[in-house]
T-cell receptor, first 114, second 112 residues
């Protein structure tokens, strides 16, 4: 049973470009969460999705950031017009339906904006 | 006041020592508490979770919650160099939210 798969592992973007981060949850998991980890900071919640639904996006910056979890395919976190401050590790976690206490994380995507 | 506070360390101990890692939280409504281990440049790995007050043991690891003082602890017995990592405490946000609220993590180094 493969774990949570994130790709790419490393992503370099120039300021103003778009970044797309992908996350495939564990088999049988229908809940996906995105977190951001800045250097020397803890993990900060961004968004919580179920298939075709955004459940909670209270941690998402109001502009430039969006997320989706389509019926088919991985969840996507999209950052438009990236700025240097977006450089961070972005982690995706998934959990089975009804068991929010068992969230398993992927290895993360390290975004560097140059 | 942050919702979950954790001393970032670093904490350095000799192999075989008992390690105590601690967090405090601010909201008495929090019910579920987790401990994650994160190796450098890797994703967090769930070690264990507890509900409400009490202890939970898993091998060399014991998680403890004291709701009266809003204090959560992780004890590692017979620590090994392979335990060297950052340990993150977390709590589950309430209501319809499914997200975790994390402390900043404590960096632990176990010296052979």
């Amino acid at each position: 049973n493969a774990g949570v798969m994130q790709n790419p592992r490393h992503l370099v973007r120039r300021r103003g470009q778009e970044a797309r981060l992908r996350c495939s949850p564990m088999k049988g998991h229908s809940h996906v969460y995105w977190y951001r980890q800045l250097p020397e900071e803890g993990l900060k919640f961004m968004v919580y999705l179920q298939k075709e639904n955004i459940i909670d996006e209270s941690g998402m910056p109001k502009e430039r950031f969006s997320a989706e979890f389509p019926k088919e395919g991985p969840s996507i976190l999209r950052i438009q017009q990236v700025v240097r401050g977006d450089s961070a590790a972005y982690f995706c976690a998934s959990s089975p339906p009804g068991i929010r206490t068992e969230a398993f994380f992927g290895q993360g995507t390290r975004l560097t904006v140059v | 006041q942050k919702e979950v506070e954790q001393d970032p360390g670093p904490l350095s101990v000799p192999e075989g020592a008992i390690v105590s890692l601690n967090c405090t939280y601010s909201n008495s409504a929090f019910q579920y508490f987790m401990w994650y281990r994160q190796y450098s440049r890797k994703g967090p790995e769930l070690l264990m979770y507890t509900y409400s007050s009490g202890n939970k043991e898993d091998g060399r690891f014991t998680a403890q919650v004291d709701k009266s003082s809003k204090y959560i602890s992780l004890f590692i017995r017979d620590s090994q160099p392979s335990d060297s990592a950052t340990y993150l405490c977390a709590t589950l946000a309430g209501g319809s939210q499914g997200n975790l609220i994390f402390g900043k993590g404590t960096k632990l180094s176990v010296k052979p």
